[in-house]
């Protein structure tokens, strides 16, 4: 139901129905015919509650039309955070693509890396780490003004911190698929393959249910 609707309804429920009932009261003359002497009414003080209604009717009005734009508001900073998640996750989903690769892993990205240094100074790695998750700052904003519901939260740093693991590992470790020998690097590989699984499940089931929520919203 939108503004105007809102509005017409409470001028019907509390202008328009009170005055038609007056103007039918004042002209059958209900109260003659029920024997109550009119020249005993105060106009004055009938006039006192006229203009109280009246000002009651535009306090009324008033509070739907700031209630009114108000939930409009938080609704349209929720709908705006589950874009921002879904957007987030969907990039993951796509670095994940060209990180999985083995062949464009190995002829694109390691031949950028210095392995000599850490991960955290290689802009290539930073870039794969970070750039799902560049509207960080904002959803938590969201999230203090209650926008973004604390399970939903838990989830996207969950989800972070899976996601920038997984790619730390996947960068270091990327022969070790063909490569493990030893008992405990086919017991790494195996970690990684079970994180990797995890985290595409984790993307895939808030992608779907995200996907429900906005199209729910249109």
């Not at 009938?46 to 939930?71: A, E, G, H």
């Not at 589950?82 to 969907?90: E, G, H, P, V």
């Not at 999230?143 to 989800?159: F, M, Q, R, S, W």
């Amino acid at each position: 139901m939108n503004l105007k609707k809102y509005i017409m309804i409470d001028l019907l429920k509390y202008a328009i129905i009170p005055f038609v009932i007056y103007l039918v009261i004042d002209y059958i003359n209900i109260p003659s015919l029920i024997g109550i002497r009119m020249v005993n009414v105060s106009y004055d003080l009938l006039n006192t509650l006229l203009n109280m209604l009246l000002v009651v009717i535009l306090y009324i009005i008033s509070y739907r039309v700031i209630d009114k734009r108000q939930i409009d508001k938080d609704d349209n900073a929720k709908q705006t955070t589950n874009i921002l998640l879904q957007s987030s996750y969907k990039k993951c989903v796509r670095n994940l693509n060209i990180i999985d690769d083995q062949q464009l892993l190995e002829q694109y990205v390691i031949p950028k890396i210095d392995f000599d240094k850490a991960h955290k100074d290689c802009p290539i790695v930073v870039s794969f780490q970070d750039s799902p998750f560049s509207e960080y700052e904002y959803i938590l904003s969201l999230a203090e003004n209650g926008a973004v519901e604390k399970k939903d939260l838990l989830t996207y740093l969950e989800i972070e911190d899976l996601y920038k693991g997984y790619i730390s590992n996947r960068i270091t470790f990327f022969d070790i698929d063909k490569n493990a020998r030893t008992n405990d690097q086919m017991e790494l590989r195996a970690i990684i393959a079970r994180n990797r699984e995890d985290l595409r499940n984790k993307l895939d089931e808030e992608i779907q249910r995200l996907d429900r929520i906005i199209g729910g919203d249109k």
